[in-house]
Nanobody, 126 residues
């Protein structure tokens, strides 16, 4: 069983930067992709950035060039560095761990089995 614990988040002005992180514990191994989804009220959860155990990454188009996902494999921690943030980046960000799929499939939500974190709020003011 995998457990995910998120930290970071908060409020930032547009154009600023913010980092969030997710620590994984339990039965997580190299078969897992880890990443970030986000959700605003009334909308579906959308994939933001995903990374696999080899360091391959995928991003949703709206964050490319602004967000960077990285991983500390020894600590099983995944980071999301957000720069040049925009008000439309405001959402609850959820960490996710998915086994046996690549980053693109996970980003698209093409999975049935996943472990989710509790979510962390990111608010970008204009």
């Amino acid at each position: 069983q995998v457990q995910l614990t998120e930290s970071g988040g908060g409020s930032v002005e547009a154009g600023g930067a913010l980092n969030i992180s997710c620590a994984a514990s339990g039965s997580i191994d190299a078969s897992y992709c880890m990443g970030w989804f986000r959700q605003v009220p009334g909308k579906e959860r959308e994939g933001v950035a995903v990374i696999d155990s080899d360091g391959s990454r995928d991003y949703t188009d709206s964050v490319k060039g602004r967000f960077t996902i990285s991983k500390d494999p020894k600590k099983n921690i995944v980071y999301l560095q957000m720069t040049n943030v925009k008000p439309e980046d405001s959402a609850v960000y959820y960490c996710v761990a998915v086994p046996f799929l690549g980053p693109r499939a996970v980003l698209r939500g093409a999975f049935k089995v996943a472990t989710w974190g509790q979510g962390t709020q990111v608010t970008v003011s204009s």
